[in-house]
């Protein structure tokens, strides 16, 4: 018997970036990493920034970063409305290792306002994010 496929929507501000069917999605929401397959219930959170994984039908995986925005699941489909969506040929490594490195130095400011302390890790997250979607479409282990 076939595995139950659930149909997956990915939206951006520029328009529609991704539809198709997966037997498995994985993403970072507001309270961590979900696992999604049809039939999940329903749910409605917020996106973290990080690898939007798809295990397609034939078992081959399909990776987009993802960072804001909101996350739907219905019983039968996914529709994520993300702020930011790349494709992982399109993150630049040494732009996200750059701002990797500003971020944590701005963290060590201790004369940072908590908005300053907010935008700062907001930027690290997204920064170590998009490299955790490189190291995930080179093969490497992720911590």
Do not use: C, W
């Amino acid at each position: 018997m076939a595995e139950k496929l659930i149909k997956i929507y990915v939206i951006s501000p520029e328009g529609a970036i991704y539809e198709g069917s997966a037997k498995l999605v994985v993403l970072r929401g507001a309270e961590g990493e979900l696992g999604i397959s049809a039939g999940h219930t329903q749910l409605l959170t917020s996106i973290a920034p990080g690898p939007l994984r798809m295990v397609l039908e034939d078992d081959k995986e399909d990776i987009l970063f993802v960072a804001g925005g909101i996350l739907e699941v219905q019983p039968d489909q996914i529709i994520v409305l993300a702020d930011v969506v790349e494709r992982p040929m399109d993150v630049n490594e040494s732009a996200a290792q750059e701002a990797k490195q500003k971020a944590e130095a701005l963290l060590k400011d201790a004369s940072l306002d908590k908005i300053s302390i907010n935008e700062a890790q907001l930027m690290l997250a997204e920064a170590e994010a998009r490299l955790k979607v490189l190291a995930l479409l080179k093969g490497a282990s992720i911590k």
